[in-house]
């Protein structure tokens, strides 16, 4: 069920598009689409305009007049920079506007919920044009995990544990969270929401992903990743790509050599 806030901002702010020409459509995407939206989600909105582009100026005035805003930026650090990520009070709720020229809406990562439209031009857009979420390239991965494995076995053995820390949730965040969610039928959103959504054994899988800042837990750590991403690639890669063999061999024999040199210290 939505929060009576979430619709209220919503309403408020298809009163106040609906008044200017230049916007034809509101949707709603993320967990408002999933009927997974609880207070402490955030509100994913796309605002379809008629203009080729808006200023970031034009976009943080409309965000302005949605509420009372206490802080909103561009959103180029996730590759979006159609996007405002904006922050507002009374209540205090995180809302991503997302600005969309209404020809650019044929090509999208799911369809929203249109919540407002003139004369169905959104609806109409969406229903000649189909939504494909971007899947991770399997050989993409392999080409490269063995060598990110190398590089976290070395980490740990200099004693650079806030960089393995680091490293190890990329490898949660790009491989092993994705891969665990298309394993069981998921569209592959990084780690969003694992611990609703993987059973009990993939679950416990991941935790034993995670590790402390101590040199003997991240070395299992990692060769619980290296564990977990075995199972995933025979689940889901196997005569589908390349394996790199050689170098799967070769980095955890020097994972083992990492392990013992620090039996020995």
């Not at 209220?8 to 034809?24: A, C, P, T």
């Not at 044929?106 to 979420?133: G, H, Q, Y």
Request: charged residues 20%; contains cysteine.
């Amino acid at each position: 069920m939505i929060p009576v806030h979430f619709q209220d901002f919503v309403n408020n702010l298809i009163s106040i598009l609906q008044k200017d020409q230049e916007y034809l459509a509101l949707a709603a995407g993320g967990s408002w689409v999933d009927q997974q939206i609880d207070r402490f989600s955030d509100i994913d909105l796309v605002i379809v305009h008629r203009s080729q582009s808006l200023s970031v100026d034009q976009r943080i005035q409309l965000a302005e007049s949605a509420g009372d805003l206490l802080s909103a930026f561009t959103g180029e650090h996730v590759g979006e920079p159609r996007l405002i990520i904006c922050l507002y009070d009374n209540p205090l709720i995180h809302v991503d506007l997302k600005f969309v020229h209404l020809e650019d809406m044929t090509e999208r990562v799911e369809d929203p919920l249109v919540l407002w439209e003139c004369e169905n031009i959104l609806s109409d857009v969406m229903a000649s044009s189909k939504s494909a979420f971007p899947h991770p390239d399997f050989q993409w991965i392999e080409d490269r995990f063995w060598v990110w494995i190398h590089y976290g076995a070395a980490k740990i053995g200099r004693g650079e544990l806030f960089e393995v820390l680091t490293f190890i949730s990329f490898l949660q965040q790009t491989v092993l969270g994705p891969l665990a969610l298309l394993n069981n039928a998921h569209l592959p959103k990084g780690v969003r929401k694992l611990e609703m959504i993987l059973p009990a054994s993939d679950l416990e899988a991941m935790l034993k992903t995670n590790a402390s800042y101590d040199q003997e837990t991240c070395l299992h750590s990692l060769k619980n990743a290296v564990a977990f991403y075995r199972i995933l690639r025979n689940s889901l890669m196997t005569n589908k790509i390349q394996y790199r063999t050689k170098a799967e061999l070769r980095v955890m024999t020097y994972l083992e050599d990492i392990h013992l040199s620090l039996n020995q210290l």
